[in-house]
């Protein structure tokens, strides 16, 4: 399974973002997969889950289908996106 943070970079959430997926990896040992919505690739990803909010989460399962979904504020907690 794989965690995807769809956000703006130079927005107002990004320093949260940042600071999130670092803190996430030292306690967690695991990475989040940071895509920017300005990149056709974050497009894609906000376009194919209907994303309308941000910043998202996306917890994807090996074999691509969407587990969770988490959009806007609050951001999850660390042990939900590791569930």
Aim: charged share 25%.
């Amino acid at each position: 399974m794989k965690v995807i943070v769809l956000y703006h970079p130079n927005s107002e959430h990004d320093g949260l973002i940042q600071d999130f997926a670092r803190d996430y990896e030292r306690f967690k040992a695991k990475k989040l997969e940071l895509v920017s919505l300005e990149t056709q690739a974050g497009a894609d990803y906000a376009r194919l889950y209907d994303i309308i909010q941000y910043p998202a989460f996306l917890a994807i399962s090996d074999g691509g289908t969407l587990q969770r979904l988490w959009q806007g504020s609050p951001i999850p907690l660390m042990d939900e996106l590791d569930y």
